[in-house]
Each structure stands twice: as structure tokens, then as C-alpha cells.
């Protein structure tokens, strides 16, 4: 039987000589995933168990993130919870206020996660990973709770789509724009439990940021998850930041894809999604004239270094336009410093921006840049759902850093070109 590249993941992971899409199977986890919102809720959840012990303290990451530095009393309870917890059973992944980052982008960066690994986190953007080969996926409390005592969760095997990449994208596209393409053109329940599996020429053009872009984001489709194949980039990432053993699986020439699409890099113009819905896109010709009160740069999506370059390749000499706040969020501690050393961060400032510790803060409506009613705001992090980021009237718009630092330099929703000329 032929298998997609998640197919042979899941197989090896369950001691499976092969398993077919629809299939019930238990696999072990190389990695278990939580942060200071969901991390409380499996640790309660995991009172009912038997044993409270953990099966392997080298293979469970807790990351507070969410609203670190803690924004109130609420939030400072739930991360003293976690931080006990960690305490108690020796964690080796703790990460806390000096060390943190947001999850998504801190454990690639350390190294936690390889070619070939499953992983589970208790928060829908844990897809992210799939940008270096691993399978890994999203799930809720319980069955993170359940994956920390016993190494081990169940999956129905997700059939699968394939993306063909072709082409190489101009300047100012990224791979933000790629995704939002995507998701505009199947929806978001377009890949409704499947794995979005992307190949083809076109791959070696995208950076590894891309690429964790494009996965993160797989879940605004619907996809259980998103992965693509290890080629020269991935392993050069995991020899940089990892010692960990990898494992590299290919998808069979013959293996069975529920749907195809070819998406041809060369042919995107920068893409912005319009509320409520990351499908609900437009190309930055067809937006019109819609002002903003605030850009977002930052967030899992797309709060790394490349990130950062890019917004400020467009900030520099330049004034954020007035009336429009624009907070930038460097997704790591190491992020933050590199950015600093590039001079990056005093870019922002000269700008009239604001330079945030990482957080996750606004993407959820947590904190540091939350809306007030009427108010609308650009944004490169992953969802624009009613409410998301404030008062239920106002309006997130979806974009690449690029878009966002032009935006908030003209004050309207912008091209870079507009800016740069």
C-alpha cells in the first residue's frame, strides 16, 4: 500500500507496517506541547489519572506565552500552576519570563522538534512543525494531559491533499501570501482533517520561515496538519539549532491525494484577508482604500528574524503615519537580541513604533494592542475571527509583514511598492 509522507510518520510511530486514511491508531509522541492558557487545564485533567507522573520529562515542553509577563492576577495564577508543575516533575522545556518565546517559533529554534517526529500541543497552531518534516497537530487538554502520563495519543490517520509548488515568487511575496492564497481558493474547512502535503520545484524557493509560515496556517484551512518534504534547507536548519536524531520520510510516486492543486509562486501579488474569515482574501490591487488605526507585526505566524527584516526594509526613514499604532512583537528572546544587534529594533523606534517582549498578547485578545469598538487593524498573525483582537465591531485584516509595515506608513492598507516606489 502506498502511504503520503504523514502516512509513513504515523505508521512508524504506531509500530505499523503501513496505515490507510480513515484508520484508528495509537502512536507515541516525541514531543508533548502546552502553554499557560492550556497547560492548567491538563494538569487539573490529570487528577484523574492513576499515576500524576510524567512519561518522559526530556519530551514535554510548557511554554508560558500567552500572557507573559503576566497581564493580571488570573494569568500570574495560571503560570504559578505550571511553573509548580514543572518544578515538581523536573521538566527539561520549561520556558518562563527571560527565556520564553512563542511556542511555535521558540521550539524549532531549540531544537526540539526534527524530521520525522509526532507531535501533539494543546493549541491549534502546533501544525507549525510541519515545516521540518514532523507530523504534528493540534489537540485539546485532555489528550494533551493523557499524552504527558502515557507518551502516547490516538489519531484517525487524515487522508491527504497535495500542494504542488511551482515557480519562484517576486519580491515582497513570502509565504504568508502563499497560504492566504490557498486558503482563499479552498476555504476554510477546505482541508477539513487532511494533511495539506506540499512538494514540488517550487519548494526550494520558500526560506524555512516560509515554510513554517505556510504550516502554521494550515489549520485556517481546516487541515489537521501541514508538512513538507526535507530537502537541503531543512536539514541545514536542524544541524544548525538540533542534536536530536531525525527521520526522513518521502512520500510513494504512487501515494493517493484526495485532491491536487498547483500553485504557481511566480503569479502572487501580495494577499490580505478581510474579516471574519482568513478565506475571505483579496490581492493588494483589488483592496481598495481601507484605513487603518493599527498594524501588528508578530505572532507565531510571523514574528521571526526574516520578519522583522523585511517591516523594517520598509519602516527605515520613514514615520509610522499618525493616528496609527504599530507594536511590533519579536517572537523569541533570541529573536529580540538579534534584532537588536541588526539595529532593527532602533528602525522601529525612529519609525514610531513600539517594541513588545515576545508574546502572543493581541493575536488572541490578550493584551498589548487589544481594539477598541470601530477600530480596524492589519495584522500578520493567523486568524481575523469576530472579536479576535478587541470589540467585537472592529475589524482585523490579515497580511505579510511587509503589507503591515507599509500599511502603517500610509495609514491605509498599502503595497510596499506604494512605500518604497
Known amino acids: 500500500m502506498s502511504m503520503t509522507m504523514s502516512q509513513k510518520i504515523l505508521a512508524r510511530a504506531a509500530g ?6 480513515g484508520d484508528l491508531i495509537e502512536a507515541n509522541l516525541d514531543l508533548v506541547l502546552g502553554n499557560d492558557i492550556t497547560s492548567p487545564v491538563a494538569i487539573k485533567e490529570m487528577d484523574q489519572f492513576s499515576s500524576d507522573k510524567v512519561f518522559d520529562k526530556d519530551k514535554i515542553a510548557l511554554v508560558m506565552d500567552h500572557f507573559i509577563p503576566n497581564k493580571d492576577i488570573k494569568s ?14 523536573d521538566i527539561s522545556h520549561y520556558y518562563d519570563v527571560g527565556q520564553m518565546g512563542i511556542e511555535h517559533a521558540l521550539l524549532p529554534e531549540q531544537g526540539l522538534v526534527t524530521a520525522g517526529d509526532v507531535v501533539i500541543g494543546a493549541d491549534s497552531h502546533t501544525c507549525t512543525y510541519g515545516a521540518l518534516g514532523a507530523f504534528s497537530t493540534g489537540v485539546g487538554s485532555t489528550d494533551m494531559a493523557a499524552g504527558m502520563v502515557t507518551g502516547k495519543a490516538w489519531f484517525k490517520v487524515p487522508g491527504a491533499i497535495k500542494f504542488d509548488l511551482v515557480g519562484k515568487p517576486s519580491e515582497y511575496i513570502s509565504g504568508k501570501d502563499v497560504i492566504l492564497h490557498i486558503i482563499g481558493m479552498i476555504g476554510v474547512d477546505g482541508a477539513l482533517y487532511k494533511s495539506m502535503e506540499f512538494t514540488g520545484e517550487g519548494v526550494k524557493n520558500l526560506t524555512m520561515d516560509d515554510r513554517f509560515t505556510i504550516c502554521n496556517m494550515a489549520i485556517e484551512a481546516g487541515g489537521k496538519n501541514g508538512i513538507f518534504p526535507v530537502d537541503g534547507k531543512t536539514l541545514e536548519y536542524m544541524k544548525e539549532h538540533s542534536k536530536k536524531p531525525f527521520r526522513i520520510y518521502e512520500a510513494d510516486p504512487d501515494a493517493e491525494y484526495e485532491a491536487e492543486y498547483t500553485i504557481d509562486l511566480s503569479e502572487l501579488k501580495p494577499t490580505v484577508s478581510f474579516p471574519h474569515l482568513p478565506s475571505n482574501t483579496r490581492t493588494i490591487d483589488q483592496v481598495g482604500d481601507v484605513k487603518i488605526d493599527q498594524a501588528v507585526i508578530g505572532s507565531c505566524t510571523n514574528g521571526r528574524i526574516s520578519d522583522l527584516r523585511v517591516a523594517a526594509s520598509v519602516l527605515s526613514g520613514r514615520k509610522v503615519a499618525k493616528n496609527v ?3 511590533v512583537i519579536p517572537a523569541t528572546q533570541q529573536i529580540y537580541l538579534q534584532a537588536l544587534r541588526e539595529g532593527l529594533i532602533e528602525t522601529f523606534i525612529e519609525a514610531g513604533a513600539v517594541v513588545s517582549t515576545p508574546t502572543c498578547g493581541p493575536c488572541l485578545g490578550g493584551y498589548m494592542g487589544i481594539l477598541a469598538s470601530g477600530e480596524r487593524c492589519i495584522s500578520t498573525t493567523n486568524r481575523n475571527f469576530v472579536g479576535r483582537m478587541g470589540a467585537i465591531d472592529s475589524e482585523i485584516y490579515l497580511a505579510s509583514p511587509a503589507v503591515a509595515a507599509a500599511s502603517a506608513v500610509t495609514g491605509k492598507i498599502s503595497s510596499p511598492e506604494e512605500v518604497l516606489g
Do not use: M, T
Open 16 to 21: 505499523l507496517p503501513e496505515v490507510h486514511a
Open 76 to 89: 500570574a495564577e495560571h503560570c504559578k500552576c505550571v511553573r509548580e508543575y514543572a518544578a515538581k516533575h
Open 325 to 327: 499604532r504599530c507594536i
